[in-house]
């Protein structure tokens, strides 16, 4: 089964989204909330999205079973929205986009946010040179926890 990473286009947008909301319902019931922007974005947000940053998709056997988005945030990038279908998780696709997607900007740093309680996905990005820069405190229950990745000059050259 091979997998392919590429960028995604508009014809893959409808697929993306209902992924998401499959890959994020378990984040919704982790917290409690199930009004997150991932489970309540709308296609034309999305396509808005789309128009304004970099989506990549993971494809195997002709079906989308992961994705990741980035734009530009000043002189960074923003990393968004790492999903994966659950049942093709801890396979090393999330890393696989993950590096994809920092390989699309020509930046020295990445940031991103995660929630508090999404423990593999801490662990994820910091085996990926991610470190804990602030702790938002969203809601009763939820922290949001920002992270940042600094390319060394020997990354930024190869």
Do not use: W
């Not at 997998?3 to 019931?29: C, G, M, P, W, Y």
């Amino acid at each position: 089964m091979r997998l392919e990473i590429n960028r995604a286009d508009r014809s893959d947008l409808r697929e993306i989204l209902d992924l998401q909301k499959l890959a994020f319902h378990e984040t919704a019931v982790l917290y409690g909330l199930f009004d997150i922007l991932p489970l309540t974005q709308t296609m034309e947000e999305l396509i808005e999205e789309s128009e304004s940053g970099v989506i990549l998709k993971a494809v195997q056997n002709d079906a989308i079973i992961g994705s990741v988005r980035g734009r530009l945030k000043g002189e960074g990038c923003y990393i968004g929205r790492l999903i994966v279908h659950p049942d093709c998780r801890n396979q090393g696709i999330g890393r696989r986009l993950m590096t994809a997607i920092e390989r699309e900007f020509d930046v020295r740093v990445f940031e991103l946010t995660t929630g508090h309680l999404n423990y593999k996905n801490i662990s994820l990005y910091e085996k990926l040179g991610y470190e804990i820069f602030e702790r938002e405190r969203r809601s009763e229950g939820l922290f949001l926890i920002h992270m940042r990745k600094q390319k060394t000059r020997i990354e930024s050259m190869k």
